[in-house]
């Protein structure tokens, strides 16, 4: 009885962070690469200098943060590929979702502008309550807005 | 004690330049500090987030906030060196214990013209 009451402790938050983690991921995905498309017109640079040549009109800072949860399935995979080594492919996913994420709500922060130049992107492990445990990551974009002056009001 | 300067109008910018306009003088560096714990509330619910997986939304929301107000206190810093804007800033964040983070904001502030 022990043992089974045991083994469903260890196996039930796998479990479901397998069924409803893979569920999440293909949600978000499909989200990203949906919102991805809508912004094409907004290009995102890690440069300093400025890809259009116009007078600005206005620059801004502008920020973009996402936490993205780390599910126990993850924990599970990545603790098992630490005992052979390689790529861990269950934190490269949940690295690259957290990343595009930040990206695109520094994206919609500011809808308007023509251009975001030398953007940055910081990733931070977010501790949980028990020691060398890790509930999450978190990804901060931020880069510099940039409104050129529109070529009507030049004109 | 922090002033509030909310209503200063200040120009942020993380490259070296304000486009457009040229650097006067420079003040030297500026920084914002905001440390921040997580509440119980959100660690529970964070721990059946950690079940199924997504966005842990109450964390990223105090992220933001502590965020905001580290570049509140850079922004009141660079006020009181008569700065109109600041260049270069970089955001950093370090976990000082379990469940508080420090957020660190720092730039050069300068005055454009």
Not at chain 1, 86 to 103: M, W
Not at chain 1, 118 to 139: D, H, K, W
Not at chain 2, 18 to 30: D, E, L, N, Y
Not at chain 2, 75 to 88: D, F, S
Request: aromatic share 6%; proline share 3%.
């Amino acid at each position: 009885m022990e043992t089974l009451f045991l083994l469903a402790f260890w196996t039930v938050p796998i479990v479901l962070g397998y069924v409803f983690g893979r569920m999440a991921e293909a949600r978000h995905y499909r989200s990203i690469i949906a919102r991805e498309k809508n912004f094409v017109h907004l290009p995102a640079t890690s440069l300093r200098t400025l890809l259009g040549n116009g007078p600005v009109a206005r620059s801004e800072l502008v920020t973009g943060s996402v936490v993205i949860a780390v599910d126990h399935f993850k924990k599970a995979a990545s603790t098992l590929r630490a005992l052979v080594g390689g790529p861990v492919k269950s934190y490269e996913t949940l690295l690259d979702r957290a990343k595009r994420e930040a990206v695109l709500r520094l994206k919609e922060s500011c809808p308007g502008a023509h251009e975001i130049v030398n953007v940055r992107l910081e990733t931070m492990p977010i501790a949980g309550s028990q020691p060398r445990q890790v509930t999450g990551v978190e990804v901060l974009a931020y880069g510099t807005a940039i409104y050129y002056v529109e070529q009507s009001a030049v004109a | 004690m922090i002033l509030s300067y909310e209503n200063t109008a200040m120009l942020i910018t993380n490259i070296e330049t304000i486009p457009g306009q040229t650097i006067t003088i420079c003040h030297g560096v500026v920084s914002g500090s905001s440390v921040r714990s997580k509440h119980v509330g959100r660690d529970i619910m964070a721990g059946l987030k950690n079940m199924v997986g997504g966005e842990l939304r109450g964390y990223t929301e105090l992220l933001e906030e502590s965020r905001a107000q580290a570049t509140e206190r850079m922004k009141a810093q660079a006020t009181q060196m008569g700065a109109n804007a600041i260049v270069n800033v970089r955001f950093a964040t370090s976990s000082v214990a379990a469940g508080a983070a420090e957020i660190y904001v720092y730039g050069t502030a300068v005055t454009v013209g």
